[in-house]
């Protein structure tokens, strides 16, 4: 398996506070991570950093070996709260990167708005959406810029439980469908079981790699698989590790 | 039913303003109309017609003099409990209203002219001021460090009523137009850099990481995002100075002109013609609710997108 994304010893510093110290980690070829931890653990600093936004204090990040230095558009982000353009239409959000990039393709479009299931709405403008709906549509804007990795910070925390569920299955069909590679930062146990390949612990600040679980739940995860008693076990293991990163961080608030 | 209902149907809320409006006249009629009848007691010197001859004691002259008498007299007049020119009845007004409307009289334009005189100072200096401010306000939202260099000199500038620059403005400029041009300017510009600043600092962070992430350029950042998402907030920001325009032009027009809602209004003054003051200012408040819609109707149609309502699920 190639490495395509890399954490190299990172440490990140805000003035006087720690977010990261000293992490690592490698994403391989195709692969889901998710990333689970207390708020506050610095795991949206490790997208950031992924992202290009940010450039770490300490250590390298690395995307196919070679560092990460500006932004970068090839690791594609999907925000929590979408971050929509709502001045343009849903195709025109869809089509917004390829086109700033000098290469519109009205046929990728089409073919997302079909993937993501809302070709009924693209000439809708987001205002017009619900927040499911918003949120596809902001991955579908992402894919069509055909990132190499797939960057998600907490992109359904702020849905319902019932939209954040067909959307988990949603995204688990797409990032199958389209080969991604996805970083994916969630504090739901039950959302890293449904998604992951892998799980990463992070620790309470300053945030490291506690605890790394490879997830063989059998795909796809319906809910027989959820209500196993695999599944449940895994969650519980979780739990206990990720319990005392939240009570460290609890103590320690804000 | 709610003891403090949000809403009412539209039906019965039109109902109630009309009511209200209603309410007023009447308030109106009523303090003008002439219910009482007031006796006034006059005394008055009125020759008899008769003539005396009277010997001047200095001069020796004799002199013919009419012989006057005082007489007593009562007459009655409508009084009401408010009377010009403190108030005329609401018929009055607008039969003066039709007056300024239709007769020109030298020095006295109809109030077409006025109208149309003072929106366009607002207009010529809300075009000015708004091509400064906007830009200049974009690159203050943008550059903290520009922010922080202009920022004192509009904390300063801002508090200043327009009024306070008729002064300056007549001393540098005269009483011309330009003097008018330039108060309408001050008293919008400070405003329409506030609202454009606030606008363009309130573009959420998300939308710009997720452009640049998307590939943005530093340009494309600018035109393709930043601008059309400050839009809606510096628009409805411009609305709000187009309506300082109108205290800043009425203060404009104080000196050095006769014709403007404001020169009526101030000139009306000196001759206590309270109706054509109320004329002037119904016209203003005509004006900018007439604006107001159009410059909404302009809104729908350039931005579509903010008078939208959720759908689909």
């Known amino acids: 398996m190639t490495t395509v994304l890399e954490a190299r010893d990172v440490t990140m510093r805000f003035g006087d506070v720690v977010a990261l110290d000293g992490l690592s980690l490698a994403v391989a070829q195709g692969e889901f991570v998710v990333v689970v931890g207390a708020s506050g653990c610095g795991k949206s600093t490790l997208l950031n950093l992924f992202a290009g936004f940010e450039a770490p204090t300490r250590g390298e990040v690395l995307l196919h070996g070679a560092r990460i230095a500006d932004i970068e558009p090839r690791c594609g982000m999907v925000f929590q709260n979408y971050a929509l353009f709502e001045w343009l239409t849903v195709a025109q959000n869809i089509g917004f990167g390829p086109r700033m990039r000098g290469r519109a393709d009205p046929q990728r479009v089409a073919d997302l708005l079909r993937l993501i299931g809302i070709e009924d709405f693209a000439d809708h403008y987001p205002a017009q959406l619900s927040g499911g709906m918003k949120q596809r549509v902001a991955l579908a804007r992402t894919l069509a810029n055909e990132p190499e990795v797939l960057l998600c910070d907490e992109p359904f925390a702020a849905l319902d439980a019932m939209t954040r569920q067909v959307l988990q299955q949603e995204l688990s069909r797409i990032v199958q469908h389209e080969k991604r590679t996805c970083v994916f930062i969630t504090h739901s146990i039950d959302e890293a079981l449904l998604l992951a390949d892998r799980i990463v612990v992070m620790s309470a600040r300053p945030g490291r790699v506690k605890q790394v679980l490879d997830n063989d739940l059998p795909r796809p995860r319906t809910a027989d698989v959820q209500l196993s008693e695999y599944f449940l076990d895994r969650k519980r293991a979780i739990w206990e590790s990720v319990q005392e990163e939240v009570l460290t961080s609890l103590v320690r608030a804000p | ?313």
């Open chain 2, 1 to 313: 039913m709610q003891a403090f209902p949000r809403t009412l149907p539209p039906r019965r809320r039109l109902l109630l303003g009309v009511a209200g409006v209603l309410g007023v006249i009447v308030l109106w009629w009523a303090l003008t109309f002439p219910f009482f009848t007031e006796t006034v007691t006059r005394h008055e010197r009125v020759a008899t017609g008769e003539i005396v001859t009277r010997t001047h004691p200095v001069t020796g002259e004799t002199l013919q003099m009419p012989v006057f008498d005082t007489v007593e007299r009562t007459e009655s007049r409508h009084r009401a409990l408010v009377n010009p020119p403190a108030l005329d009845t609401p018929g009055n007004t607008l039969r003066d209203a039709w007056t300024l409307l239709t007769v020109e009289r030298p020095g006295r334009p109809t109030l077409l002219t006025h109208m149309l005189r003072s929106t366009l100072r607002i207009l010529l200096g809300f075009l000015v001021s708004a091509s400064v401010a906007v830009p200049l306000g974009i690159a203050m939202g943008l550059f903290p460090t520009l922010r922080a260099l202009v920022s004192p000199i509009i904390s300063f500038l801002r508090p200043l009523p327009s009024i306070s620059w008729v002064p300056l403005a007549m001393i540098w400029l005269g009483a011309g137009e330009l003097q008018k041009l330039a108060i309408v300017f001050m008293g919008m510009f400070a405003a329409a850099l506030i609202y454009t600043i606030e606008a363009t600092i309130k573009v959420p962070p998300d939308l710009i990481k997720a452009a640049r992430n998307l590939g943005a350029s530093d340009r494309q950042l600018l035109w393709r995002v930043l601008l059309p998402a400050a839009l809606p907030n510096i628009v409805s920001g411009l609305k709000v100075v187009v309506a300082i325009g109108w205290t800043c032009v009425i203060s404009a027009e104080i000196v050095g002109t006769q014709e403007g809602l404001g020169a009526l209004i101030w000139l009306s003054k000196e001759t206590a013609d309270t109706s054509a003051v109320l004329v002037g200012m119904a016209c203003i408040s005509g004006i900018v609710l007439l604006l107001d819609l159009a410059t909404t109707r302009i809104e729908r149609h350039l931005l579509p997108y903010l008078f939208l309502r959720e759908r689909g699920s």
